[in-house]
């Protein structure tokens, strides 16, 4: 599995991006996906997680309320809507994929599930 993250950039605090992750392979559909940051000097932590079917989502609590994630699977893509962007939220955004299975539970809230990994995309929120 080769996943591609995009749409990463420079925004103004209170502002808005929308990311990307491109799979490949024809099982995207039964894939868990997760999206992952990681700041400057930070470990990198969770930010939110999407099941297989769609179904079911998981927000870190810092981004309830302001982030989105969704899926397309005709497309095999995921996405995170970011809106009212704040300035902590600058880091490197890596999205993952959980290819064990159409299995849902809360550890998709956590690293522990993710086998694949993309490149991550830079966001950057400026004051």
């Known amino acids: 599995v080769q996943l591609q993250a995009s749409g990463g950039g420079l925004v103004q605090a209170g502002g808005s991006l929308r990311l990307s992750c491109a799979a490949s392979?024809?099982?995207?559909?039964?894939?868990?996906m997760g999206w992952f940051r990681q700041a400057p000097g930070k470990e990198r932590e969770f930010v939110a997680s999407i099941s297989w079917s769609g179904g079911t989502t998981y927000y870190a609590d810092s981004v309830k309320g302001r982030f989105t994630i969704f899926r397309d699977n005709a497309k095999n893509t995921v996405y995170l809507q970011m809106n009212s962007l704040k300035p902590e939220d600058t880091a490197v955004y890596y999205c993952?994929?959980?290819?064990?299975?159409?299995?849902?539970?809360?550890?998709?809230?956590?690293?522990?599930?993710?086998?694949?990994w993309g490149q991550g995309t830079q966001v950057t929120v400026s004051s």
């Open positions: 392979g024809r099982t995207f559909s039964s894939f868990n």
């Open positions: 993952a994929a959980d290819s064990a299975g159409r299995i849902v539970g809360s550890w998709l809230a956590t690293s522990a599930p993710y086998g694949y």
